[in-house]
């Protein structure tokens, strides 16, 4: 079973960026398809992006089209999500997930994914 493990998260003013890490402690994650996911108070968990086994495709809500990018390095284990021009509406606890079966990017909705990590919050704003 796979444990993720996000990190990277924190306080930033509007405009600031941050880079989220994902990684796992045990086995690789270079055999699954990866999705981060985010939360907001009162809000229900959605898609930021996602991206193949391959890292050949990728996927972005709208919402973070042209600031957020999602990328892959086989064999380091990692997935990233590095975050520009950041609002106060990109706030909240940012998850990744792994798809045991779905290899694939377009489908990048929380049901897909088997294993999730605890989180790591992001502030934008005082």
């Known amino acids: 079973q796979l444990q993720l493990v996000e990190s990277g998260g924190g306080q930033v003013q509007p405009g600031g960026s941050l880079r989220l890490s994902c990684t796992t402690s045990g086995d690789t994650l270079d055999n699954n398809a990866i999705g981060w996911f985010r939360q907001a108070p009162g809000k229900e968990r959605e898609g930021v992006s996602c991206?193949?086994?391959?890292?050949?495709?990728?996927k972005y809500a709208d919402s973070v089209k042209g600031r957020f990018t999602v990328s892959r390095v086989t064999g380091k284990n990692t997935v990233y999500l590095q975050m520009n021009s950041l609002k106060p509406e990109d706030s909240g606890v940012y998850f990744c997930a792994a798809s045991l079966y779905y290899s694939g990017s377009y489908y990048c909705h929380p049901p897909v994914y088997d294993y999730w990590g605890q989180g790591t919050r992001v502030t934008v704003g005082s």
């Open positions: 991206i193949s086994v391959s890292g050949g495709t990728t």
